[in-house]
DNA sequence: GTGAAGGGCCAC
DNA sequence: AAACGTGGCCCTTCAC
């Protein structure tokens, strides 16, 4: 394919070529960099194709300096001269297609300053039509082969961009990637709209700007109060490790004559084989919740317990974390995959921010720096909620509008009593049973964790479905539908595919617990998403930043004074996209303004 | 040495 | 024999 590309590298060139794209209604858009994260790197090319013309804009041009991307970035965004860029780049008039848009978008928005604003990013677009299923990469020669049956070559990716002079071949690169994008996305789309998948797509595009924002805002963490956790836990680990080490080495005879022989404490197989020689009636697994019954009469098992505690603790967050903090901001900037899990959740890696231990020790070390304030914010069972508005059944809708606790409502309604004569058992029951038929709970599994027989538990559970016989039915529907359709949607459309082995018994069952907690889990994940979008447009322009996110919780970091206003703009976001969702059950948010990202 | 797999455990 | 859903990280073990 012959590519028709200019390189502009001057305020009047730049004029010109923006005048040129600005009334089409998609441009491809593309980055190029000389590093992956915006606060290490050079923003060096900015590509803009209507698919015939492309303009490949070099920034060197239009920077005093290279001394140090901070600086570039300083001198790009004060440059009147990019103005004409920067409106096109903002104007949600004119959609940029982009492939994995949140990369090229957090560039712009850090060495430009400005947003990207109509945004299509054929990445989401590829993994929403896959919906988890098959083999198929989503790079976007992957795409390029995919959709068009075309080679897209891909080794400049990775050439030096940050050269005085970028050869000819460096060029051409930059400006097919860009030039091809129109052409992806009208393939792309057509499956889009041939799988009913407009409306989640149009959620995903939206959000991508609001986690390129997350994403460069990043969170503070006092470095000082995780050291002094830190030093806490490494304490407690290494006395414990010394004392399990003592309590194994008993049951070995000749320890006390040449040392106790050093087990490793963090090999199951070691621990296991050595809590076997001192008569411990080990179950098929050493976790915690089958070692615990076990440790009252054991008190090795008891300081295995106690020692994993501290291991984990020291481990996965302890110094390791430290090494995220961005030297440049001081804030940990986490890595959001938008689409994290085929139910639409996020996923979040280095760090995952979603994964820090509830307890207040931690959470209090992520704090509002000075002067700021952090709004916290989470939906109140929002799962369970959306249980209620998709099976539309009438006795579990009224327990969420009675306003009383829910797990007690219910526990009421299953057990035939009085809400205030629930006893403290069947409200735990309830609870049980509520999170659990979220999942596909099962009888063996249900008796397993209450301590009731099967045939108990068997009861229990007809009595709770018979309590709420439209959720009955439709978690049913579901179970039944699987198995013709192999998919499962949420209320945005978004789409589950499951390749079940249907002559395997179990194989079938796990793809009809998946189908009935899909819609639930990704209805929840796209009420996040719309949430985010609103938030996004209600603070920008205050100084209001989004710093985490954790499936139905919302973090915003924001001057004190303006504490009183972000409270609202979140707590209307989120409860208007949530009933944008849920339209028969009130949707409750609990939000508060602290110091700490604690309770 | 590197990487995949599996156990274990943190979050929702 | 039948394990309630979604992730990521750390560790050991084992294959290459």
Not at 17 to 24: M, P, Q
Not at 236 to 261: C, H, K, M, Y
Not at 469 to 479: A, F, G, I, N, Y
Not at 517 to 530: C, E, F, V, Y
Request: include cysteine; glycine fraction near 6%; charge should be negative.
């Amino acid at each position: 394919m012959e590519i028709f590309f200019q390189l502009v590298n001057d305020a009047e060139g730049l004029r010109k070529a923006c005048d040129d794209l600005k009334d089409a209604p998609m441009l491809g858009f593309d980055v190029e960099t000389t590093e992956l994260d915006p606060y290490r790197g050079y923003l060096r090319l900015v590509q803009l194709s209507d698919g015939r013309e492309t303009k490949v804009i070099d920034l060197k041009a239009f920077s005093n300096g290279w001394r140090t991307p901070a600086e570039q970035a300083r001198d790009l965004r004060a440059n009147a001269d990019l103005a004409p860029l920067r409106d096109l780049l903002a104007s949600p008039k004119v959609t940029k297609i982009a492939h994995n848009a949140k990369f090229d978008t957090k560039w712009v928005r850090h060495h430009l300053g400005c947003e990207v604003g109509g945004i299509y990013d054929t990445y989401l677009a590829s993994v929403l039509i896959s919906a988890g299923e098959g083999e198929r990469r989503h790079g976007l020669a992957d795409l390029v082969q995919f959709f068009l049956g075309r080679t897209l070559d891909k080794t400049e990716q990775v050439s030096d961009w940050a050269a005085a002079e970028l050869s000819a071949s460096q060029i051409e690169y930059a400006a097919k990637d860009a030039a091809i994008m129109p052409e992806v996305r009208a393939k792309v789309h057509e499956r889009i709209v041939a799988d009913g998948l407009e409306r989640v797509l149009q959620l995903e595009n939206e959000c991508v700007m609001p986690i390129a924002d997350m994403e460069l805002n990043g969170f503070y963490l006092d470095t000082e109060r995780w050291r002094e956790q830190l030093a806490k836990v490494t304490k407690i680990q290494d006395r414990t490790a010394s004392e399990l080490q003592n309590l194994l080495a008993a049951g070995v005879a000749q320890a006390s004559l040449f040392g106790a022989p050093q087990i490793n404490l963090d090999s199951q197989a070691q621990v296991s084989a050595a809590l076997v020689n001192l008569g411990v009636p080990m179950p098929e697994t050493t976790r915690a919740w089958e070692l615990q019954p076990l440790a009252e009469q054991y008190p090795v098992v008891a300081k295995l317990l106690e020692y994993r505690g501290a291991a984990k603790a020291s481990s996965s967050f302890g110094e390791n974390i430290l090494e995220f903090i961005e030297p440049a901001t001081g804030r940990i900037h986490a890595d959001f995959r938008q689409i994290g899990a085929p139910t639409g959740r996020f996923a979040c890696s280095k760090p995952n921010l979603q994964q820090i231990p509830h307890e207040e020790e931690y959470r209090r070390c992520f704090r509002a720096p000075d002067g700021r304030r952090l709004i916290i914010a989470d939906y109140s069972q929002i799962e369970l909620r959306i249980l209620a508005d998709i099976s539309q059944d009438a006795n579990f809708i009224a327990a969420f509008e009675s306003g009383q606790d829910f797990h007690s409502a219910t526990a009421a309604q299953v057990f035939g009593v009085k809400a205030e004569e629930v006893t403290p058992d069947q409200r735990s029951f309830a609870k049980r049973l509520n999170f659990g038929v979220v999942y596909g709970l099962g009888a063996s599994r249900f008796a397993m964790m209450t301590g009731i027989t099967k045939t108990e538990a068997e009861n229990t559970l007809r009595r709770y479905f018979a309590t709420y016989p439209k959720m009955d039915e439709w978690l049913r529907t579901q179970s039944k539908n699987v198995l013709t359709e192999r998919s499962a949607r949420t209320v945005s459309g978004r789409m589950a595919r499951m390749n079940f082995d249907a002559s395997d018994r179990s194989s079938i069952g796990a793809a009809q617990r998946y189908a009935k907690n899909m819609p639930i889990q990704g209805t929840s994940a796209d009420i996040l998403k719309r949430a985010l979008t609103l938030l996004h447009s209600s603070i920008r322009d205050t100084n209001a930043k989004l710093v985490n996110i954790v499936h139905d919780e919302i973090v915003v970091e924001c001057d004190a004074n303006e504490t009183e206003q972000t409270i609202e703009k979140l707590q209307n976001a989120m409860q208007k996209a949530g009933s944008e969702f849920v339209t028969r059950v009130p949707i409750k948010v609990d939000i508060h303004a602290a110091d700490e990202w604690t309770k």
